[in-house]
């Protein structure tokens, strides 16, 4: 994956977002994941765990980088993944403290593209 596509997945999902909504995406995303065939087990994490940091890394340097943030980075690397058939979960949480949310690609309860206190310090409230 090149980070100009990932560039240009940026763009569309800060579209998406933006003039049809999260409801449309996470619908286009369950969408997607029912029609994926997955594989039966992962061999080898680690091209996961690069992707992840690829996508993220993009995120960081991309124009939009500023609103490109976790929510961007975890929808894109969900598709991904999931369009390769790696079984992955977008997870969306919000902070029990005060009012934060949180978005993270989680593969078989483990978080993939973030740090794995995520799942301590926000609660889980969507699961695509």
């Known amino acids: 994956m090149t980070k100009f596509k990932i560039y240009i ?6 579209f998406f977002l933006r003039l049809i909504g999260m409801n449309f995406v996470c619908n ?3 969408k997607v994941k029912s029609r994926i065939k997955f594989k039966d087990s992962i061999c080898d ?11 993220n890394t993009a995120c960081d340097k991309h124009p939009l980088k500023e609103k490109a943030k976790c929510l961007h980075q975890s929808i894109i690397s969900f598709y991904i993944l999931v369009k390769r058939g790696v079984p ?19 593969l078989s309860g ?13 609660k889980l409230i969507y699961k695509v």
Do not use: Q
């Not at 992955?88 to 934060?100: A, E, K, Q, W």
């Open 110 to 122: 483990k978080v993939i593209n973030d740090k794995d206190s995520v799942k301590n310090n926000y």
């Open 9 to 14: 997945y940026i763009f569309l999902v800060d």
């Open 28 to 30: 286009r995303l369950k």
């Open 45 to 55: 994490i680690k091209p996961i765990y690069e992707m992840c940091d690829v996508v």
């Open 88 to 106: 992955v979960n977008l997870c969306i949480g919000v902070s029990t403290d005060i009012f934060l949310a949180h978005a993270w690609v989680e």
